[in-house]
């Protein structure tokens, strides 16, 4: 039976982007966007409130637009306190005729989806008083944090990328992910002669390709890079992520291979583990699944002997990753990256040396900035 005090009255959804003009950040073929993200804020009638965020690497318009022709009706009056039943709802709609009719995209529907969902564990961690790395299995209660550097820059130089990597170190950081894809694999490879030789032998350098190589050349990508001792090599093939190629490569090297954030939905990560494709499954519950779906994907990971690294925003995933014996390390970047992870928070877990030490604050143990909100953010609905 519904207690009806746990149903949501109160639905607000804003638009975060960066106003501020930033250095471009490519990688092999793209430019990564700083801030492009959607914060849904709900609340029940017990006056209980949680927020969820959603990532887009597109334009975001398609993602706010059922906003404003009826979705809130699917979400309002819904149990806060049951999030499988709301993400099933909201999901399901990609393929129904009313989603068509409205215009209502299939990656809206499950951009929004993710970022319900966490909103829902959010309010229930609140509700119960519990931090939700202890809800989902309190395994530890902090992890390895790496970050991500090294990315292409039209003119950037040498002395450029040692003084990015230089201050990094300053910071604390002992793991870094660099970018390759973007020139010849012999470029490259003098790229991470660079980086390798500041950062040193005893921190863990991970290779990230974003989908630059065909099999033959990732073959030879992975035999040029082992010099490098890296951790994992990570999205190494086109964009079709082939899992037959990807366990070809697997053959070849004894260098993990990592993949799956640019999945759109849990099913192609499952496949992935069931082609023995990959080692490392970076799923992003803020772009599919949320939680909910997070926590089967880490519990099948847990299972296949196989690790879990998020793709993208390490204290929205900290919860997760802490709460599991599959949970690896998770993703960070640099405030001139990502302005946004970088003052969102009002109590952001503490990160040093290293690793993030989860508060243990309830549900998400996150408080949003109002300061942040009011630069980064647009209202674009409120019901009340």
Not at 157 to 172: S, Y
Not at 288 to 310: M, Q, R, V, W, Y
């Amino acid at each position: 039976m519904t207690n009806s005090s746990n149903l949501i009255d109160s639905l607000e959804v804003y638009v975060l982007n960066n106003p501020d003009d930033v250095k471009p950040h490519w990688v092999s073929h793209f430019i990564v966007p700083t801030a492009n993200e959607l914060l849904i804020k709900i609340k029940n009638k017990n006056g209980n409130s949680g927020f969820g965020l959603a990532t887009s690497y597109s334009d975001i318009s398609p993602i706010i637009k059922p906003f404003s022709n009826g979705l809130q009706d699917f979400i309002i009056g819904q149990d806060s306190f049951c999030p499988e039943k709301i993400y099933e709802s909201i999901s399901k709609l990609t393929d129904t005729r009313i989603s068509s009719e409205k215009g209502w995209s299939k990656e809206a529907l499950i951009r929004i989806s993710a970022a319900l969902d966490i909103a829902c564990w959010d309010l229930m961690g609140k509700s119960l008083n519990i931090p939700l790395y202890k809800l989902f299995g309190g395994y530890r209660n902090k992890i390895p944090v790496y970050v991500t550097c090294g990315y292409y820059r039209e003119g950037k130089t040498e002395t450029e990328l040692r003084e990015e990597l230089k201050k990094l170190i300053e910071i604390g950081h002992q793991s870094f992910k660099v970018k390759v894809g973007r020139l010849t694999i012999k470029e490259d490879a003098k790229r991470l002669e660079i980086i390798r030789d500041v950062i040193g032998q005893d921190k863990a350098l991970m290779i990230d390709v974003n989908r630059a190589w065909d099999l033959k050349t990732a073959i030879e990508g992975v035999k040029e890079f082992k010099k490098f001792n890296p951790a994992w090599i990570e999205e190494p093939l086109r964009w079709e992520d082939d899992r037959r190629t990807l366990k070809l490569l697997s053959k070849q090297t004894n260098i993990p291979i990592s993949g799956g954030e640019s999945e759109i939905t849990i099913y192609g990560c499952r496949s992935m583990i069931e082609e023995d494709a990959i080692q490392i499954l970076q799923f992003d519950c803020t772009m599919f699944g949320g939680f909910t779906n997070g926590k089967k994907l880490s519990a099948l990971c847990e299972l296949n002997h196989i690790d879990i690294a998020p793709h993208h925003d390490c204290y929205i995933h900290a919860p997760l990753v802490a709460s599991t014996p599959s949970g690896r390390i998770v993703e960070s970047f640099d405030n001139e990256r990502d302005p946004l992870q970088a003052e969102l928070f009002e109590n952001p877990h503490e990160m040093n040396n290293g690793w993030i030490y989860l508060n243990e604050k309830p549900g998400l143990g996150l408080e949003i900035s109002d300061t942040a909100l009011k630069k980064f953010g647009k209202l674009v609905y409120k019901n009340k």
